[in-house]
């Protein structure tokens, strides 16, 4: 377990079943956030020969993808607390043959990087964790060289986010799912508020602060069926239902086809993701 410290019961919970599915099946999610990636690497602009970094970069598709836009002449180095998920980017990246490319098993925030060392710091939905975030995000900067640029995409308010929020809602008298965390607690929506995003980046020292908000189509699944199953595997509605019975699971799934059919369309199950593609300067 990589984290002992602050971040040891994120550490704990990536480390856990119920976040499994980010390395077994990161090639659904990967698929579902295919455009949110291509956005955020226009965002940050990898150019050949930079060094980037990428916080909690999970399985490793974005670190590829850096990978070959900065070309064998740069850099990129991934971090994660999450075993599984670094082992299986370690395999990619070896399977591609990417030497410019590896995936450390570290806590972002406390993992001694070399200073100032980076051009660039991206992450796909991986910052919004810390416990502590002006603190991580000084030591992060602290990575960076001078005026290197920040890409970050997190996710807008759960309310906003009705692919998941809605799934909840549609299930919530069956499972009653814990309490959201608080607005200071590390989570999903963490970011969700502009002025706290901007308040952590000002408070670790980083200037030049932009916030976009986009609103990305998402593929859930070819049909509702798809969309629905993939609910019950990972995300807020499947936490609630480790250690269900069948009956139960299967009274959500129901809830859940229903849900999902109402967006089902030509493409399958389409529906927004609401994100803040963020950026600033060290
Ligand atoms: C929502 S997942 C995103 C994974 C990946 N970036 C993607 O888009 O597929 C969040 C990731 O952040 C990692 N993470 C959380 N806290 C972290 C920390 N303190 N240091 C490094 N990684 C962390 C988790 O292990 C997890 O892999």
């Known amino acids: 377990m990589p984290a002992r410290g602050l971040n040891a019961p994120q550490a704990e919970f990536w480390n856990g079943p119920l976040t499994r599915a980010w390395a077994r099946q990161h ?7 295919a455009p949110i990636l291509d956005l955020l690497l226009a965002r940050a602009a990898p150019r050949p020969g930079e060094s980037v970094l990428d916080i909690g970069c999970g399985s490793g598709t974005s ?3 850096l990978a070959e836009r900065v070309g064998s002449g740069g850099r990129v180095v991934g971090i994660d607390i999450a075993a599984e998920s670094v082992a299986v980017a370690q395999r990619r990246i070896a399977a591609a043959g990417l030497r410019q490319a590896e995936v450390l098993l570290a806590d972002a925030a406390t993992h001694p990087f070399p200073p100032g060392s980076f051009d660039l710091l991206v992450s796909r939905f991986g910052v919004m964790f810390f416990e502590e975030p002006v603190a991580a995000f000084a030591h992060l900067r602290s990575a960076l060289k001078p005026g290197a640029r920040v890409a970050l995409a997190a996710f807008r308010a759960g309310a906003e986010n009705r692919w998941t929020s809605g ?18 607690d590390p989570g999903q929506f963490a970011f969700a508020d502009p002025a706290r995003v901007e308040r952590i980046l000002r408070g670790a020292g980083f200037a030049e602060m932009a916030l976009a908000s986009e609103d990305v189509p998402m593929r859930l699944g070819a049909d509702a069926e798809e969309a629905a199953g993939f609910a019950m595997t990972l995300g807020q509605v499947s936490r609630a239902l480790q250690d269900a019975p069948e009956d139960l699971r299967e009274a959500v799934r129901a809830r859940l086809l229903d849900f999902y059919r109402a967006a089902e369309g030509p493409d399958g199950v389409v529906m927004p993701a609401a994100i803040w593609l963020v950026s600033a300067r060290a």
Not at 167 to 184: Q, Y
Request: net charge negative; no cysteine.
């Open 167 to 184: 799934a909840v809602a549609a299930v919530r008298d069956l499972i009653s799912p814990p309490p959201p965390p608080g607005p200071e």
């Open 63 to 65: 670190v590829l993808a």
């Open 27 to 33: 090639d659904r999610i990967d698929a579902r956030f």
